[in-house]
């Protein structure tokens, strides 16, 4: 089993390689996620890497192929990024309980956590490496052994190249100002902030400048959003659209649920997220399905790229309520009612009202 | 009444200032929206322009402020964009049917248009005029004499700096390869492309770069987006969100809403797209409100900023029926259900899913 600095409370998904993240009551609270409550998504063991003989590659459509050791990546200029990644698998157990997903982690809502990320910019070392006419996407590869139908390999994807140049893409060795640890992806992993969590590749060995997306698996055939008449056994990969922006996103961590909470005021917050660069322009809470809403006070406020935290107030009468959250993003684009609308066999994206359901006592 | 070379079978929703659009069949089937069927919406009359003494100012937070004459903008580099203009309140007769809007436009699904503009790119006037530094927005105002409340002014909005800068902003004379109308703006106009209609000023006759956003009626107070327990009477104008990037949106142009069609395989046709700078990646189609999904073709592969045709076949059963359809942009985010469920008072922003109920015979 993986080791690391965990905190004991993290809710594990799969033991070995490690997927677990924390516990509505743990994020709450927390603008930064702790070291120690950051969720982890491997999909391979973690990789042992000799930091003395790693090297970056950088390779493809670039005028000047690089082999970067450490020290190398030293002396390229600086950047920090505060950015909130989230699993595209976050929320899927919510789908789960509308039609089964059987060979995918059942996540709740502990899939995501929040960092201040330090290292090299992508579009430095790119800038370093040339770009040749032709290359529209990055691809990235990692060091992990990871192994699907049968098949080992590393880790990877890819992002077009407009935002690998972009600026807010960083090769990252640093996480909430401590050095990263091998379990988020030591010792450089790439953090693609308004990205799913999975195109933040860890344990980073290869940047590939290329004309089309990366053929790793878990670009071409996972981390697909795929028509939900799709499963397993039917499916043409080819249909589905490669993950890349989330969509707006909000949960519910206090109350939790199945809690029993006092009647009347009752105190709601949680969190609410835009993919791309799009901002939080608003969050509602309802008690009656979405009938009446109250707009919820935002307690810290950020840019893009970063969760806002917000709370709200309802006056709830004694017995079983629902509480629901919604979230707009600053185009005016707000999430479907229920998950069943959005169901799709490999469980990604799921952004639909959060749900908890309480008794009030 | 606004004369103009307009199609006769336009659905006009005022007469003076002119607003309409054209009906769903006349849309249907041309990726560009031939220039008499270009949707018009105005909020005061069309302004008599001299094109001699025609100035258009640059001002504010700018380096040099300029004076620029229709000569001196034909000295600057051309460029040009297809991009599909749509209204905010777009769609707003939906929202209606759930709940009252008295003052507004009752717009079906006519206030969009597909069309190709060129003219000078907002982003060379800007390098003209040297951008100082704390300019945050750009500040547009037309000629136009427009009422509102007891007060008389011109028209004007804003849009942040960096999409000013982006290079896609364009100050457009010229549409569909003819030279703009004066109903659609002559002599210049802006196009806004991945923004709502209201930010593509006509007669456009000022740019001001500026701190904060435009203090215009129509962007501090119009074409926000408010909570639905918000109306008239009870509104925070602080409390809207401005309407700038614009949510993923789809509409059915055939068959038409109350049509009869013969029962068997039935095509379905319409448009999709997607706000800001995200494509529309998937479109569904349903005629089981929801519960199956049919994924429609694409018939022209387009990039952002345009519309997206499609269509698909649904074998339907004779008797009445509810098609349905939705899009998916490129961040895997769909519509909403119904239009009750982003109702707020001023009707903006529609984008639930489009049904039309058919009988089949």
Redesign the interface.
Known sequence: MTQFDKHPDLIVRQPDPFNGGPPPNLLLGNFITPYELFFVRSHGGVPNVDRSSYRLTVDGLVERPLSLSLDDLQRLPRAAVTATLQCAGNRRQEMMAHKPIPDELPWGTEAVSNAEWSGVPLREVLAAAGVRPGARHAAFTGLDDTERHGHRFNFGGSIPLDKALSGEVLLADSMNGQPLQPVHGAPLRVVVPGYVGARSVKWLSRITLQEKPSDNYFQARAYR?F???YDKDNVDWE?G?M??????NSVILSPQEKATVPAGKVTVRGWALA??S?GV??V?ISADG?E??T?ADFIKDEGVFVWRLWEAVLDLASGPQEIVCRA?D????????RAG??WNFKG??N?AWHRVRVTCA
């Open positions: 959003l028509p939900p008449h249909k659209l993950l890349g922006e989330a969509p707006v993919g791309g799009r322009a608003r509602d979405g009446n809403w707009v707009w600053t185009a005016a684009q707000t999430q479907p009612e609308q959005v990604y994206a952004n």
